[in-house]
């Protein structure tokens, strides 16, 4: 079946000649890779019978083989160094110090992970937490070890990793998966733990918190985005002929609606569709995460709220600064205009020369910045800077294009998309929206054309197509009150997690693997 997505993939460049054409629409047809499906089955003597699970008495509450050693202490330090595992958050031995008690023993080694002492849990500790209880132990001392050379098959170097897919994966759904049974099932966004890479097209992987459980087949990164060529290569290469045809029913539908430029709009349609398909061929399927455990002292991550002109991103950010005005903060933004009476420098605006605004510029320091009526105005990493240090929670609205600035591990920026409705809920809730105004007698209500509904709907989709592996969230902006609770529920939730999950490249920037293993760690002697 692997075989046949390479044949498929190869075969597109040589998609002018009929033989191609009919070869990849004959090896994509569903009862032919039922048909290879069958035969890797059978290859694979993949018709064991489903395995009971395994018994809980011989289940740790963590997935890995743990051991318990008992070491006897006396007034003398044990003879080894602890550190905190950057990625993992796990409290590991850094070092055995030759002819110490540790040593002695041959029973802990460098690299295992201290799971307890004398019955004390060090999950979410500290190496100057762990300290104190080594210090009052003397006699016997017990730790739970998980030994470094049983903590998966992954590479020794690398003890755990955690993906977070970017597509929603049902194996009941996807007829290449081997067996049905032993896949998972999982969804965009979710933590996954891989537990072996061995297999180049069948990872195998654990939900987070579900590592005592066996683990479950999931398509390697390359399988998915073969898997994603082979259905476009199959759209493009049977449709083709329908994409003039829907181009024109697209067209004379807008000429019955008796709209202006729906040459414009249908082309931008075109053009979406064609940067969707590219978007596809590059598409990131996973993203590496680790644990990220905040300090109290640690500023608040910034909040980035992305979303269509028009969706509401300005007025769940207004509502969110009232709803708590010393946790939440805007930036000031940058001008070169005139300060007119009624404002203030530093509060409306930070009015600048048109020279030191260029100034800056070049030395990069905007998150993003335009023109309007000849002058500049823009948001500055120094404005965010201030809100962040105040202790507040920085709320950011631009473009999702613009992120990239803020995308680091100094920022950790929190990214929610906006999300419009489906129009017939568009109409309903913005015309309601509008009444209700009236009823008040304020004129700031925006009103909206049908064409402005259509806009918002296809700039939601490009953002999600250019820029969807960014978003941690999406809320879809129907009811802005219920969109402002699910808002303010989930930065609350974002806010008290023990364990926050952040891209793993804020960390380990160009290659993750080699990075890690050479980031820093919070060191200790026991
Ligand atoms: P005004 O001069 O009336 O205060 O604002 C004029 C325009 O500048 C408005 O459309 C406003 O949205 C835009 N503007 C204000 N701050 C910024 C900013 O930080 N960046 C960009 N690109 N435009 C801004």
Not at 92 to 119: F, T
Request: hydrophobic share 35%.
């Amino acid at each position: 079946l692997f075989l046949c997505f390479q044949l498929a993939e190869g075969l597109i460049y040589q998609s002018w000649r009929d033989e191609a054409k009919e070869l990849v629409d004959l090896v994509s047809k569903p009862h032919f890779m039922s048909f290879l499906f069958v035969h890797d089955s059978v290859a694979q003597r993949d018709f064991e019978p489903t395995l009971p699970p395994i018994p809980d008495d011989v289940l740790d509450s963590d997935e890995d083989t743990v051991k318990y050693v008992s070491l006897y202490k006396t007034k003398e330090p044990l003879g080894a160094t602890i550190k905190r595992d950057r990625s993992t958050g796990a409290i590991v031995v850094a070092r055995i110090m030759r002819g110490g008690a540790a040593d002695k023993s041959g029973l802990i080694h460098e690299g295992d992970e201290l799971k307890e002492v004398n019955g004390v849990s060090l999950e979410h500790k500290k190496p100057n937490e762990v300290l104190p209880l080594l210090d009052c132990s003397q006699g016997e001392v017990k730790f739970k070890i998980i030994p470094a050379s049983s903590s998966g098959e992954m590479s020794p170097h690398k003890k755990k990793m955690f993906l977070r897919p970017l597509f929603d994966y049902d194996p009941l759904e996807d007829p290449a998966v081997p067996c049905k049974d032993a896949a998972l099932v999982f969804k965009r966004g979710e933590v996954l733990q891989i537990v072996s890479m061995e297999d180049d097209t069948w990872w195998q992987a654990c939900h987070l918190g579900d590592s005592g459980t066996r683990a479950g087949l999931i398509p390697s990164k390359q399988l998915h985005e073969r898997l994603l060529i082979l259905l476009l290569i199959n759209i493009l290469m049977t449709l083709c002929p329908n994409i003039a045809s829907l181009f024109l029913a697209g067209l004379r539908r807008s000429f019955r609606l008796g709209r202006k430029s729906s040459w414009a709009r249908e082309a931008a349609r075109a053009k979406r569709w064609s940067t969707g398909i590219h978007r596809t061929f590059t598409a990131p399927t996973y993203i590496e995460v680790i644990p990220h455990y905040r300090n109290s002292t640690d500023r608040h991550r910034l909040v980035a709220l992305v979303g269509p002109s028009g969706v509401g991103v300005s007025e769940l950010k207004r509502r969110l600064l009232i709803s708590d005005p010393d946790h939440y903060g805007v930036t000031v933004p940058y001008t070169t205009r005139e300060k007119r009476k009624q404002e203030k420098d530093g509060v409306d605006y930070h009015f600048v020369s048109i020279h030191m605004f260029e100034e800056d510029i070049l030395n990069q320091r905007f998150i993003e910045y335009g023109r309007h009526k000849a002058h500049y105005y823009g948001t500055s990493l120094d404005s965010v800077n201030r809100v962040m240090a105040e202790g507040k929670v920085c709320l950011l609205d631009v473009h999702p294009s613009k992120i990239k600035h803020v995308y680091t591990s100094e920022y950790k920026p929190y990214v929610v998309f906006v999300k419009p409705p489906r129009i017939e809920e568009l109409r309903l809730t913005r015309r309601r929206a509008k009444f209700i105004c009236d009823e008040e007698n304020k004129n700031s209500v925006r009103i909206f054309s049908e064409e402005q509904f259509e806009d918002m709907i296809d700039s939601a989709e490009t953002m999600e197509n250019q820029c969807g592996h960014l978003f941690d969230k999406v809320i879809v902006n129907g009811d802005i009150a219920v969109a402002f609770r699910e808002l303010k529920a989930d930065l609350k939730r974002v806010e008290e997690a023990d364990v926050q999950w952040i891209p793993a490249e804020w960390i380990c920037p160009s290659s993750p693997t080699k990075a890690r293993r050479s980031c820093g760690y919070l060191g200790g002697w026991i």
